[in-house]
């Protein structure tokens, strides 16, 4: 069966800390994977990924693929209260845009 | 350039009702997926349309419908409604043909069953 894991389910930190979240993922042939950021309702797009090694960078934020292991995991460096968010991690099935997603991570950054 | 746009964005309904939501994608995508959200499930695929036909189809029962018009505007349905299908629901387009999971989700459409 298809799947995706996050972990963890839930983090808070405080200001300037750094954080790692993970996801793992089982699925017949493997496109691509997905990072979104949810706030408040509507997920946004952050990075796509179908390279093993290529880190995926976009200010505080990076991504990185290892398709032998089947994970990935996005960082953020020196976090802010703005990133308090829901991270979701998502794997596109068969053909089109049909994707599986994890459970997420819910970041709390505390001032 | 205008987003993906869901109407309506909150509605209330009683069980064995039926609802219709509404969704316009992004101009120029003709790719359109719809998603339930809940608490306990997270985000679950319900179904994708691309140029007016399904692509791609989730695991929910056939009270769940949906179309797609020539504009690529998209509707979902439930029918004779039950208490668990309660959740947000969104809906995504995508530029991409082929499809490569990118999408660009609309703010939601809230429903509450009672």
């Known amino acids: 069966e298809d799947k995706v894991v996050q972990s963890p389910l839930s983090l808070v930190v405080h200001e300037g800390d750094t954080v790692t979240l993970n996801c793992s993922y089982e699925v017949t042939n493997f496109r691509s994977l997905l990072w979104y950021k949810q706030e408040k309702k509507a997920p946004t797009f952050l990075f796509m990924l179908?390279?093993?090694?290529i880190e995926k960078k976009s200010g505080r934020l990076s991504s990185i693929l290892d398709k032998k292991e089947l994970f990935s995991i996005l960082n953020i460096t020196a976090t802010q209260t703005g990133d308090s968010a829901i991270y979701l991690c998502?794997?596109?099935?068969?053909?089109?845009?049909?994707?599986?997603f994890g459970a997420g991570t819910i970041l709390r950054v505390k001032s | 350039k205008a987003g993906v746009t869901q109407t309506p964005r909150y509605l209330i309904k009683t069980r064995g009702q039926q609802v219709t939501l509404s969704c316009s994608p992004i101009?120029?995508?003709?790719?359109v997926s719809w998603y339930q959200q809940t608490p306990g499930q997270g985000l679950q695929f319900l179904f994708e349309y691309f140029s007016e036909t399904q692509r791609n189809k989730g695991n929910f029962p056939g009270r769940f419908s949906g179309r797609q018009f020539s504009n690529s505007r998209s509707e979902m349905n439930v029918s004779t409604l039950e208490l668990g299908d309660s959740a947000l629901y969104l809906c995504?387009?995508?530029?991409?043909?082929?499809?490569?999971?990118?999408?660009?989700f609309g703010e939601g459409s809230r429903l509450t069953v009672l």
């Open positions: 998502a794997v596109p099935l068969e053909y089109g845009n049909k994707l599986v």
């Open positions: 179908t390279s093993s090694g």
């Open positions: 995504a387009s995508s530029l991409n043909t082929i499809g490569t999971g990118e999408l660009f």
């Open positions: 101009s120029g995508h003709r790719s």
